[in-house]
């Protein structure tokens, strides 16, 4: 098992910048790929952004491109989402989750364990 705990998400204006972490225990963190989600009320939970197991490679979903950068530190078991430029269409509940396989994914399935999730507001 593996537990993830998020923190870090709260309420800013557009154009603000947040830094969301991603806590990991209990297997060893730089096994797994680490990937961001985000879900806003009604709609379903998307893709934001994902890193390599070593850091090397990551992914973005074209809409934070440029704006969101996420990282690791494995020697924290910590993941990382810079957010910065925010917009209100980021509000949303973001959910960090680990994935074993190799490689980046894009999709939820992919992905065994997941945080609580912490709630990002974005005001315009």
């Known amino acids: 098992q593996m537990q993830l705990v998020e923190s870090g998400g709260g309420l800013v204006q557009a154009g603000d910048s947040l830094r969301l972490s991603c806590a990991a225990s209990g297997r060893s963190f730089d096994m797994y790929a680490m990937g961001w989600f985000r879900q806003a009320p009604g709609k379903e939970r998307q893709f934001v952004a994902a890193?390599?197991?070593?850091?090397?490679?990551?992914h973005y979903t074209h809409s934070v491109k440029g704006r969101f950068t996420i990282s690791r530190d494995n020697a924290k078991n910590t993941v990382y989402l810079q957010m910065n430029n925010t917009k209100p269409e980021d509000t949303a509940v973001y959910y960090c989750?680990?994935?074993?396989?190799?490689?980046?994914?894009?999709?939820?399935?992919?992905?065994?364990?997941w945080g609580q999730g912490t709630q990002v507001t974005v005001s315009a």
């Open positions: 890193i390599s197991f070593s850091g090397a490679s990551t």
């Open positions: 989750a680990a994935d074993p396989g190799k490689g980046i994914s894009t999709g939820a399935m992919r992905y065994d364990y």
